[in-house]
Nanobody, 123 residues
Framework: HVQLVESGGGSVQSGGSLMLSCSAT????????MGWFRQAPGKEREGIAG???????YYADSVKGRFTISQDNAKDTLYLEMNNLKPEDTALYYC??????????????????WGQGTQVTVS
């Protein structure tokens, strides 16, 4: 299992940017897929971005063109660069680690390990 800790959340104005980070312990380099999910109050958890170990990236339509997922295996860190943020992006953002292909590209929450989440608020 991998322990995940997110950071970088905060409050921004519409149109602003944030960079989320997720550190993995003990290491991330052998994890098959890393993903970012979010959950707004009263809504289901939504998969927004995934990245496979080989570098293939997947995005939800709601964030495509605005968010970029990346990973630095040397630092065991996953990133989510978020640009042109909108009020509807307000949510608790989670990173996740998984070993299956289907949840990775379908961005479904069948991931084995989860972080505690970091809040993003866009006004």
């Amino acid at each position: 299992h991998v322990q995940l800790v997110e950071s970088g959340g905060g409050s921004v104005q519409s149109g602003g940017s944030l960079m989320l980070s997720c550190s993995a312990t003990p290491y991330m380099m052998t994890t098959y897929c890393m993903g970012w999910f979010r959950q707004a109050p009263g809504k289901e958890r939504e998969g927004i971005a995934g990245i496979r170990r080989d570098g293939d990236e997947y995005y939800a339509d709601s964030v495509k063109g605005r968010f970029t997922i990346s990973q630095d295996n040397a630092k065991d860190t996953l990133y989510l660069e978020m640009n042109n943020l909108k009020p509807e992006d307000t949510a608790l953002y989670y990173c996740a680690a998984g070993s299956k292909l289907s949840p990775c590209y379908q961005l479904t929450p069948d991931f084995g390990d989860w972080g505690q989440g970091t809040q993003v608020t866009v006004s």
